[in-house]
């Protein structure tokens, strides 16, 4: 669906997003690209606390097919030992960072030719509210990703 760095502060992890679940257009519209193919940077701003208030607002969201999608990001590479450094540093500069943070990454996507914000992409590490979403949709893939290094991914309108 999207391959692209990830980036938060001074790190970046090279990552594949795959569709789970949701509205497919709603990736499209968010996640940069140049009008040569190329993508920019996901730079991840901001963080929303995992506190049951916030996590509401997510989960009121994704209750409207339309107005979300769930994407798994997983490290990606040239070659194996590309895919280990990445697998490395999706683990020490996102998911670690954000669960001792007890945070997800937030990324504010502006709609075509606007400074408005369209989207917001909710960057979750491996966390209760993530893997009780991953399970209830995909609960074969929960499993199977389970020692892998990924962030679960969860894009909403505006």
């Known amino acids: 669906m999207w391959q692209g760095l990830l980036a938060l502060k001074n790190d970046q992890a090279a990552v594949q997003m795959h569709f789970i679940s949701g509205n497919a257009s709603v990736a499209r519209g968010s996640l940069p ?24 607002g997510v989960a009121r969201k994704m209750q409207m097919e339309a107005e979300h999608c769930i994407l798994l990001a997983l490290p990606c590479g040239r070659d194996h030992m590309d895919v280990l450094q990445q697998s490395n540093n999706l683990k020490s500069g996102f998911i670690t960072y954000l669960q001792c943070k007890q945070a997800a990454g937030i990324v504010n996507i502006a709609g075509p030719g606007s400074q ?7 960057v979750f590490p491996s966390c209760e509210f993530g893997n009780e979403n991953l399970s209830r949709i995909a609960p074969d893939l929960l499993h199977r990703i389970s020692e892998l290094a990924h ?4 894009i909403a309108t505006v």
């Open 33 to 56: 690209r140049q009008p040569d193919g190329s993508t920019l940077p996901l730079r991840i701003s901001q963080r929303m606390r995992l506190e049951q208030t916030q996590l509401e």
């Open 116 to 122: 408005q914000a369209a989207f917001v992409v909710h």
């Open 151 to 154: 962030l679960l991914v969860i």
